[in-house]
């Protein structure tokens, strides 16, 4: 049975963690975690539960250090799979080991894609054009451990993992993402952004969700409404597919002749 490892950076994530945990005790084969400098109890509830193998902490706010010292940690555990989240975000309850062996089985897909949805309250879930056209892109993944792997050494929103070559497949397995429904973790998670790129502001204004149209989660991943909305966002997915690589395609020809290219992105 291949070996999965959950990667988790976190600060000040007593909200979460206990759910968090419930969840991905029951998915991991152990946990790794870089804690920047909790003083909310998360480090002691993290370090005391038998799933995390591996626990370090840093002090000052550095994204992209800290996902590559937490990648380190994971590697230290010799994974076959690895899977990195943050404490805000859980799979649905639905899903178990046996979901993610049969992924795990395939000897082709190197990455798999999931969708996170942006939770409003613990009902009801973020659905405007905007958020739809955001979650139809599967940007958490689980990857199959290579040497090429690698973070991004950015201070802030270090991208999901790089340098993992081959097929990826996006599944329909869904992760609730909670981080919004706390106004209070929002605000001080803004004001910790503001601190570091103030000409974000509109962006940071968005994470309060106001004025979003509001759909109500259901937990059956066959429920015929939730089987219609996967098709849907499929749509959404396939109609932004053409901007995208016409976009790469053009940065691409823009770096190999920078001088001579004078095409621009529709």
Known sequence: MPKLVVMLRVKDGVFFVHEWLKCFEKIADEIVVLDNGSTDGTFEILNAHPKVAAIQRTFDYHEGRDKILMYELARSR??????????????????????FDRLMSNKTVNKYGFRRFHFIDREYFAASWYR???????????????????????????????????????????????????????????????????????????MYLSGEKRLRWIDNRNHPKVLFL?????????????????????????????????????
């Not at 010799?78 to 979901?99: G, M, N």
């Not at 329909?172 to 910790?192: M, P, Q």
């Not at 053409?242 to 004078?262: C, E, H, M, S, V």
Request: proline content about 5%.
């Open 132 to 206: 739809l056209n955001y979650i139809s892109g599967h940007d958490r993944v689980l990857w199959r451990e290579a040497p090429g792997g690698y973070f991004q050494d950015l201070i802030i929103d270090s991208p999901n993992v790089k340098g993992i070559k081959g097929i990826t497949w996006n599944t329909s397995y869904r992760l609730k993402h909670l981080g919004y429904i706390n106004k209070e973790i929002v605000d001080k998670k803004a004001t910790l952004y503001r601190s570091i790129i103030p000409e974000k502001e509109a962006t940071f204004q968005r």
């Open 230 to 266: 996967n098709m849907f966002l499929n749509v959404i997915q396939v109609k932004n597919l053409f901007p995208k690589a016409l976009r790469k395609a053009i940065n691409r020809i823009r770096k190999a002749d920078p001088a001579g290219a004078t095409l621009k992105a529709a």
């Open 78 to 99: 010799q994974p076959d799979w690895c899977l990195w989240l943050d404490v805000d975000e859980i799979f649905e309850p639905e899903l178990t080991r046996a979901h």
